[in-house]
């Protein structure tokens, strides 16, 4: 037998009303719930009356006492039951006896009538939570919900009706972007329903290796490396590699011991060795079919791209003092801040002197840029710093396999001890890094990052951006091109996560967050 005050808390929680509205009236929902419950109240009222009449004692004690839960004030059930107002208070008398059922015979229709009133106010509850439209108003009908499972636990409508309106304010902070409360509701699902799969399903989750994973962690694990197979494949199969003549800009320069490899798209000119120079023509020739490979489709190819890659300082001095057309302030620039890779022209890549396969890895990463301005962005756009740094950078490492730095303020900072703290060497486990750099980090801000141009960059930018390439390249591929498009076009970063991702920007982090942390393991 519960207390009276236990069955006073129970009704009060039943009834525990919305927030306030401006004008301090019921709100629909509530009005839709208190008519409900008193209907409900006259139901166990009358099933208590027919109780009587059919001598079931017990079961007629029984029903008051739920109906109590309803209908606090009730005199017959107060009556009935012995309670009395002490200060305020109802108590119940303490030589109350359950009474036993005169008649047992008639408990299967007491069952049965017992059934069509909960039946009723199922549905009437249930009309109730339908009608609820704001996180606010279901976090309400949560607290009814549970409250009537608590009273009816061999029911499973109230249990029903619990899950339901979990999901609808996921679903609802979901789409909100309301990432704190979405984690919060998220952890209690997985709680509470730890084996069910349509939540995890509702929840991106996935079973994997015994482990709840998010689906783009399965996915990425898998499609890396397919990803790498396919960069191997395209720099393989870049075609007929042959020697060139030097042209007259090649003597112009005045650097000795030159030599020239080209293929159908890339002369590469240099003083790095034969081989070397090979490699680089394989790998930049390839990197049209990966980027098909990568994206569903194919770069917009300019001509012939040009590179000089250099092994000494007084070469690229050279290059620099006599290369035809070079705008002064940039070679000036070059000989001050010693960038490694640039662009003398509309098609001349320079790079050095740095190592041949550093060489590779960042003028793989420039031409990337170059399909991604073409294919969804347009030579004259401003082309935000994530992209180079997260998207070109990510696609370069997976044909080559290595990444010498990180920039900060448009620099290749490799050198930089304050840039590569924490950062692993050129063959390191850069996710590691990630996961020990941002995991803790308060806030990634999405928005901010995702504008900034590259000159701007942070090395802290640069370790989201490559999270975030992963994330797109190998957790969720068939999305990128739309997300890409959208942002091409100019739509707003929240917009085209929203749309081509089915994430706001808000839980998208959160999402990366996540997705770092089971990757990185």
């Not at 650097?255 to 930049?284: M, N, P």
């Not at 100019?490 to 990366?512: F, H, M, N, Y």
């Amino acid at each position: 037998m519960r207390t009276a005050s236990c069955l006073l808390l129970a009704c009060l929680i039943a009834l525990a009303p919305l927030p306030p509205t401006a004008a301090d009236e019921p709100t629909q929902v509530e009005a839709m719930h208190a008519k409900a419950v008193a209907a409900h109240a006259e139901r166990l009222a009358e099933l208590a009356a027919w109780c009587q009449k059919k001598g079931l004692y017990a079961v007629r004690d029984e029903v008051f006492e739920r109906l109590l839960r309803y209908d606090p004030e009730h005199k017959k059930a107060r009556k009935r039951l012995k309670y009395k107002k002490v200060d305020g208070a109802w108590v119940q008398d303490t030589r109350y006896k359950r009474p036993k059922n005169f008649k047992p015979a008639n408990l299967p229709a007491y069952e049965e009538r017992q059934r069509e009133v909960d039946a009723a106010y199922a549905e009437a509850l249930t009309a109730v939570f339908d009608a609820c439209t704001s996180v606010e108003q279901l976090a309400w009908a949560a607290n009814i919900a549970a409250s009537w499972a608590g009273a009816r636990p061999e029911d499973p409508a109230p249990k029903a009706a619990v899950r339901r309106i979990a999901t609808r304010r996921y679903q609802m902070l979901f789409a909100a972007g309301r990432a704190k409360e979405l984690a919060e509701v998220a952890e209690s699902l997985r709680t509470t329903y730890p084996l069910d799969v349509e939540i995890r399903a509702l929840l991106g989750e996935v079973e994997h290796e015994g482990a709840w994973l998010l689906e783009e962690s399965v996915t990425a694990k898998a499609r890396r490396a397919l990803l790498q197979a396919a960069a191997k494949k395209a720099a393989a199969g870049a075609g007929e590699l042959r020697a060139a003549e030097l042209d007259k800009t090649d003597y112009m320069l005045g650097v000795t011991g030159l030599e020239a490899i080209e293929s159908k798209h890339i002369r590469a000119v240099g003083t790095i060795g034969t081989e070397a120079l090979r490699t680089y023509v394989a790998a930049l020739e390839g990197a049209g079919p990966f980027f098909e490979q990568a994206f569903g489709i194919a770069p917009t190819r300019r001509k012939t791209t040009v590179s000089y890659l250099l092994s000494k300082q007084e070469e690229m001095d050279a290059l620099l003092d006599r290369f035809p057309g070079l705008d002064p302030k940039l070679a000036e620039q070059q000989k001050q801040h010693g960038l490694h890779v640039f662009w003398a022209d509309g098609r001349t890549l320079c790079a050095g002197p740095i190592p041949p396969e550093a060489q590779r890895e960042l003028c793989l990463g420039v031409l990337f840029m170059v399909f991604l301005y073409d294919t969804w962005f347009g030579e004259d756009s401003a082309m935000p710093g994530w992209l180079d740094e997260g998207i070109a950078r990510h696609l370069s490492w997976l044909m080559t396999g290595t990444r010498f730095g990180i920039a900060v303020g448009g620099r290749y900072g490799a050198k930089d001890p304050t840039v590569t703290r924490n950062v692993p060497d050129a063959h390191g486990d850069w996710l590691k890094a990630a996961n020990a750099r941002l995991g803790k980090l308060p806030s990634w801000d999405l928005r901010l990052r995702m504008g900034k141009g590259i000159d701007a960059y942070t090395a802290q930018d640069s370790m989201i951006a490559y999270v975030l390439a992963v994330y797109l390249l190998e957790g969720r591929p068939k999305a990128v091109p739309a997300f890409l498009e959208r942002l091409g076009q100019g739509e707003d970063v929240g917009l085209a996560s929203t749309k081509a991702l089915g994430l706001p920007l808000p839980i998208l982090e959160q999402r990366l967050r996540r997705f770092l942390a089971e990757i990185s393991k």
